[in-house]
């Protein structure tokens, strides 16, 4: 069943245009990836999908779950269940990684979240995706290496349960060891109601996820849908000769 549609979506940001036309069919139970050159326009993706205001949508629809939601805002999206991960750029002192996942909860749910039933919650969530719970008690991105940061982002969709989760270059500055425990982890929030939206320049990626479908976004279009052979192929031959094929 489809979860996300999105029908010829046109946008524009600071009176530039950048997706021109894009087409993406996402169903319940699929992990997709999406792969470009720099510039192509993934992040706007991403941003057009959770509604961030800076980006316009001048043309097109994005139906999720049957239901057109061009017109909602990033809350409305985000308690309809689409997800990106987010970095919280500030280093708070006072604030543990349990307390800030918590407050993210109860504003998505819009509902209480008790402490005890949360943090049990919590500590079974991070048992399954191998992180230490100790993890939990320490004070939001203080003394956080790259890794650490990223960890919470895997801890965000556990807690968050999105149906769409969007994850863009969740990989970056990541070593081997981590980028295993982050992709195995997204691997295994995947429930068969849920989808994943993974944006990577990494191919290395590919080795800890199994996804259904790699699309190549170029120029503001997907202009390549198939499986992991798509990687190989770019892996040797870079963006270069898709571009020429498709005139860019
Ligand atoms: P990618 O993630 O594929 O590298 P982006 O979606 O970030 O590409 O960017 C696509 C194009 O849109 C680029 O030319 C970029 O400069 C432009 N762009 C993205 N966000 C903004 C913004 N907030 N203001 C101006 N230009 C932007
Ligand atoms: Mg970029
Ligand atoms: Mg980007």
């Given at each position: 069943m489809s979860l996300l549609q999105l029908k010829d979506i046109r946008s524009e940001v600071e009176g530039k245009e950048i997706l021109k036309g894009l087409n993406l069919n996402i169903n319940k139970g699929e992990v997709h990836v999406i792969m470009g050159p720099n510039g192509a326009g993934k992040s706007t993706l991403a941003s057009i999908l959770v509604g961030?205001?800076?980006?316009?949508?001048?043309d097109g629809d994005i139906i999720l779950d049957g239901e057109?939601?061009?017109?909602?805002?990033v809350d409305e999206r985000a308690k309809k269940g689409i997800f990106l991960s987010f970095q919280y750029p500030e280093e708070i002192p006072g604030l543990t990684v349990e307390d800030f996942l918590r407050t993210a909860k109860e504003a998505v749910t819009g509902e209480k979240q008790y402490l005890m039933q949360f943090h049990n919650e919590l500590e079974e969530k991070m048992e399954k995706l191998h992180i230490n719970p100790e993890y939990a008690q320490?004070?939001?991105?203080?003394?956080?290496s790259g890794g650490e940061k990223k960890k919470n982002e895997i801890l965000q969709m556990a807690v968050l349960e999105p149906k769409l989760a969007i994850l863009d270059?969740?990989?970056?500055?990541?070593d081997i060891d981590a980028t295993k425990i982050v992709f195995e982890g997204v691997q295994k929030l995947k429930t068969n109601d849920t989808a994943l939206l993974i944006i990577t320049?990494?191919?290395?990626v590919l080795d800890y996820l199994d996804p259904d479908f790699v699309h190549i976004l170029m120029d503001g279009k997907i202009v390549r849908t198939g499986g992991k052979e798509i990687v190989e192929e770019i892996e040797k031959n870079g963006y270069g000769k898709m571009k020429k094929q498709f005139g860019l």
């Open positions: 961030n205001p800076k980006h316009k949508l001048i057109n939601i061009n017109d909602n805002t320490r004070h939001l991105n203080v003394g956080f270059e969740t990989d970056s500055g990541l320049h990494y191919d290395k």
